[in-house]
Each structure stands twice: as C-alpha cells, then as structure tokens.
C-alpha cells in the first residue's frame, strides 16, 4: 500500500469505521460507472457513508488535505459523471436508504439519496402516491444519482423530468458545511432556485444526502398502450414528428429497432418479433373516452406513416411486457460487447433526419449501431457496439460517437437529454454552450468549491 493510500485508510477509518475500502478489488470496482469508455483512474479509498454527518466529515478531511472527493450513487450512470480520478476518494451514498417520510396530505415523500428509484414507487404506492420520473434503469438506479443527473425516463414525455419533482434537499457543500435547500410546500419562490441549479450538477456543486420529492396521485390514470411495427426507423421517425404536430401528449412513446429487440429476445426469451426492423410503443393514460379517442388517433397516425400489425393492448400484463423489453435493452446490448451510448435529444420535427443521419454514420464508419428512444421527446440514445478487444472498431466507434453529436447539435438538439455530460460529453457540451456560458459555469463552480474538490473536470 503506498503512503498516500495508507494516509488515506488511516484516517477515514476514524470517521466511517469498517466502512474504508482500500482493497484493490473495491478500488477497481468503484473506479467507475457504466462508461467503460470515459477515463477514471483508481481512488485512494472509498467511503460507504450512511449519513449526511458522515459525508460532511469526510468532505472536510478530504479539503483540508486537497484531495478530491467524487460521490457515486449505485454507479448506473452512461457518462463517466462517478469516474475516480487522480488523488481521489470515492464517497458511495448507496447504503442510504431510509424513506423517512411520506406525506400523504402535502403529497412529498423525504428520502435519503441511495433509494432505488422503483424502491421508492413502490414505497409511496402503499400510500397511494406515485413518484412519475422513470428512467429505463429504474430497478437499479438511486433517487440521489436520478437528482445529480436530472435523469430522465419513460414517462418524462408526459411528466417531465426528476428536476420537475424535487422540492428540496440536504446538500454537503465543498467546504463541509451542511446546507437545506428548498420546501415543503406547493409553491415557493424565496432566493434563487439553488435546488434546481443542483439538480443536474453531476456532484460538482455539492453532494446530496437527501431529498424531497413531490408525488402525484396514484390512482386516475387508465393505460392503453398502442404498438405498431415500422419497415425503417425513418418511418417511425415521422410517425413520432406526426403525433407531436397533431397536439397529442402521449404517456410514453418509445422506440425500439430491429437489433434491441433481437437482443433483448435471445436473452430473456419474451416472445419478441424478430423479424420487423422498427418498433414503436405509445402509451395513452387518460381515461374513459378520451383515452380510446388519442389512442385511436395514435393508431391512424401510425398507419399514415407507414405503420403495420397495429394494434392496441389492454393487458397491463402484455404492456408490461413490452416496455420492460424497452428497459432491458441497454444490458441486452451489453452482453454483445462494450456499449458507447449517447444521449442527444433533438427538437421531435427533426427526429425523422437524426434517426438518417445516424443510419449514414453507422454505414460511413462500419461500426454497429442500435436504437433505443424516448422517441416522444426527440431524447435518442443509439447504441455503438464495438465487439470485445476490436481496437479497430473501438477506434471508428469514437468517430461515429462525435459525428452524432456534430449533427445534433445541427439540428438544434443537445448532447444529453438525461444521462449528464460526464465525462463522455465534455467537448460536445462546451460546442453546445459557447464560452460566455462556460464561464458562468465556471464562475458558479468557482464561487461554491473555490479549491475544486468536488467532482472536478466533470459536466462542462
């Protein structure tokens, strides 16, 4: 063990103790997240805290001491935002995971950050609450991480993202100094909005050892889902422009093509068409007649794009069934290989060209390239494979990566809807923001970690 590391184990051991990590199995294993393609180097140690006192402690000895501190939720993130970096610690908020309150009059729940995401649906569901945002990776990603990354989700079309729900939270400042940030109640509009400025900061602002999140009513919600099959992604692309340009606001419309659904069907065995190229899954949730009218819509307006075997489901066991494919077709992909995922999103008119222009990269640089999408909110995340140990294909996968981004941000889109910039999206996110905007960046980062301890290098 070498002497920092050493300094490093001594004395956190005083303020997490048998909650140290020094071995060289945990070190590489919380080095980083999902992006294996983002750079990380190993941590001196990391920390399981289990209170906001504790993350503060560290914090403080870390400061004092000039060395980093890098939080990291369950790691599920896509953008390299956990990466360890040189002369760091990891402080993991995973075993934070107590709900301690759920307000069933003021309708908020008060969580610490390493709840799952469907731990706390299914927590507030006992009150008849829910909690809408739900990111693909819901059954193993936390509330803190969803908050540092504003994630997304399927739903998000309809409901809007984790920034549109978090009320309030306990923030551990640079410094160490314990902070309370928002409300409680409906509405609130005292001081600056510091509670949406840290939801999506990616931990570089400040760590974030609770929340309060605002719930909606669980029960007035009746689903139908719509399915059609597309020959092109193209074709699903317009059905998807079309539906935003007819006024209608799905629950969810989701895309999946040819190579996510194979995918998903060699390894779970659901019963999926293999033989069609695109699939689209909208999902109308108001009720009574209404809902049988926009679904009844949305079935023509697939039809008029060249939609075929459309159909409506009832079922909530069949429409499960078809969004969990939705949900598992990210780690489906990643048994085929290393998976460099983007995030763009991009204005719903110009969905039908993105989807093109993503088709033509993956022919220009022969790499594989599947396709996932909030497709409801233009928020595309095609997937790059490269197989394993293939530098060759790794090589032209990074091409392709940057060309997506190069035309989304030609369309008018932005290089992440939900993921975070990380480290993967550094260089887009500076195109995308221009240097007068970086330095209001800087200069918020700057006056809030003026010694840069938090997370540095990470999110612009």
């Not at 051991?13 to 999902?34: C, Q």
């Not at 159909?311 to 489906?332: G, K, M, N, V, W």
């Not at 969905?351 to 999408?373: D, F, G, K």
């Not at 995340?381 to 030609?410: M, Q, T, Y």
């Given at each position: 063990?070498?002497?920092?590391?050493?300094?490093?184990?001594?004395?956190?051991?005083?303020?997490?103790?048998?909650?140290?990590?020094?071995?060289?199995?945990?070190l590489?294993?919380y080095?980083?997240?999902?992006?294996?393609?983002?750079?990380?180097?190993?941590?001196?140690?990391?920390?399981?805290?289990?209170?906001t006192?504790?993350?503060?402690?560290?914090?403080?000895?870390?400061?004092e001491?000039?060395v980093?501190?890098?939080?990291?939720?369950?790691?599920?993130?896509?953008?390299?935002?956990?990466n360890?970096?040189?002369?760091?610690?990891?402080?993991?908020l995973?075993?934070?995971?107590?709900?301690?309150?759920v307000n069933v009059?003021?309708?908020?729940?008060?969580?610490?950050?390493?709840?799952?995401?469907?731990?706390?649906?299914?927590?507030?569901?006992?009150?008849?609450?829910?909690?809408?945002?739900?990111?693909?990776?819901?059954?193993?990603?936390?509330?803190?991480?969803?908050?540092?990354?504003?994630?997304?989700?399927?739903?998000c079309?309809?409901?809007?993202?984790?920034?549109?729900?978090?009320?309030?939270m306990?923030?551990?400042?640079?410094?160490?100094?314990i902070?309370?940030?928002?409300r409680?109640?409906?509405?609130?509009?005292?001081?600056?909005?510091?509670?949406?400025?840290?939801?999506?900061?990616?931990?570089?602002?400040?760590?974030?050892?609770?929340?309060?999140?605002?719930?909606?009513?669980?029960?007035?919600?009746?689903?139908?889902?719509?399915?059609?099959?597309?020959?092109?992604?193209?074709?699903?692309?317009?059905?998807?422009?079309?539906?935003?340009?007819?006024?209608?606001?799905?629950?969810?419309?989701?895309l999946?093509?040819?190579?996510?659904?194979?995918?998903?069907?060699?390894?779970?065995?659901?019963?999926?068409?293999?033989?069609?190229?695109?699939?689209?899954?909208?999902?109308?949730?108001?009720?009574?007649?209404a809902?049988?009218?926009?679904?009844?819509r949305?079935?023509?307006?697939?039809?008029?794009?060249?939609?075929?075997d459309?159909?409506?489901?009832?079922?909530?066991?069949?429409?499960?069934?078809l969004?969990?494919?939705?949900r598992?077709?990210?780690?489906a992909?990643?048994?085929?290989?290393?998976?460099?995922?983007?995030?763009?999103?991009?204005?719903?008119?110009?969905?039908?060209?993105?989807?093109h222009?993503?088709?033509?990269?993956?022919?220009?640089?022969?790499?594989?390239?599947?396709?996932?999408?909030?497709?409801?909110?233009?928020?595309?995340?095609?997937?790059?494979?490269?197989?394993?140990?293939?530098?060759?294909?790794?090589?032209?996968?990074?091409?392709?990566?940057?060309?997506?981004?190069?035309?989304?941000?030609?369309?008018?889109?932005?290089?992440?809807?939900?993921?975070?910039?990380?480290?993967?999206?550094?260089?887009?996110?500076?195109?995308?923001?221009?240097?007068?905007?970086?330095?209001?960046?800087?200069?918020?980062?700057?006056?809030?970690?003026?010694q840069?301890?938090?997370?540095?290098?990470?999110?612009?």
């Amino acid at each position: 063990m070498t002497t920092r590391l050493q300094e490093a184990a001594d004395g956190l051991a005083a303020l997490a103790p048998g909650r140290v990590l020094t071995d060289d199995a945990a070190l590489a294993a919380y080095s980083h997240d999902e992006a294996e393609w983002a750079p990380f180097v190993p941590p001196l140690a990391v920390v399981l805290a289990r209170s906001t006192e504790e993350v503060a402690a560290v914090v403080r000895w870390a400061a004092e001491r000039g060395v980093r501190v890098v939080p990291r939720g369950a790691g599920t993130g896509l953008s390299g935002g956990a990466n360890s970096i040189q002369n760091s610690i990891v402080v993991s908020l995973e075993l934070m995971q107590q709900v301690f309150e759920v307000n069933v009059d003021e309708r908020y729940a008060r969580t610490q950050p390493g709840v799952i995401n469907n731990a706390l649906r299914d927590h507030v569901a006992a009150f008849g609450l829910w909690y809408p945002p739900d990111p693909a990776s819901s059954a193993i990603s936390t509330i803190g991480g969803n908050a540092a990354t504003n994630a997304g989700g399927i739903c998000c079309v309809k409901y809007g993202v984790t920034r549109d729900y978090v009320l309030g939270m306990t923030v551990v400042l640079a410094s160490g100094e314990i902070v309370s940030l928002g409300r409680a109640t409906a509405k609130g509009v005292t001081g600056y909005d510091l509670t949406g400025l840290l939801v999506g900061s990616e931990g570089t602002l400040g760590i974030i050892t609770e929340v309060t999140v605002k719930l909606l009513p669980l029960a007035g919600r009746d689903e139908r889902a719509v399915i059609g099959y597309f020959p092109s992604l193209e074709a699903a692309g317009v059905a998807v422009a079309a539906i935003s340009r007819a006024g209608i606001v799905p629950a969810a419309l989701e895309l999946i093509d040819q190579a996510c659904l194979r995918a998903v069907d060699d390894w779970q065995q659901l019963g999926l068409p293999g033989n069609v190229d695109t699939l689209l899954l909208a999902k109308i949730d108001e009720r009574g007649a209404a809902g049988d009218e926009l679904a009844d819509r949305v079935a023509a307006i697939f039809e008029t794009a060249g939609g075929t075997d459309v159909e409506r489901a009832t079922d909530p066991e069949e429409i499960s069934r078809l969004f969990l494919a939705r949900r598992l077709a990210y780690p489906a992909l990643e048994r085929l290989g290393p998976v460099l995922t983007e995030d763009i999103c991009v204005p719903r008119s110009a969905v039908p060209e993105m989807l093109h222009r993503i088709q033509q990269t993956a022919a220009l640089q022969n790499v594989t390239i599947a396709n996932i999408a909030h497709a409801g909110d233009g928020n595309l995340h095609p997937l790059i494979i490269a197989p394993v140990g293939d530098e060759a294909a790794k090589a032209r996968a990074k091409v392709a990566f940057d060309r997506i981004v190069e035309d989304c941000l030609a369309l008018g889109g932005t290089v992440t809807g939900e993921h975070g910039v990380g480290l993967l999206k550094l260089d887009g996110a500076r195109r995308e923001l221009g240097g007068a905007v970086i330095r209001m960046h800087r200069s918020i980062k700057d006056a809030l970690d003026p010694q840069g301890t938090l997370n540095p290098g990470k999110a612009f």
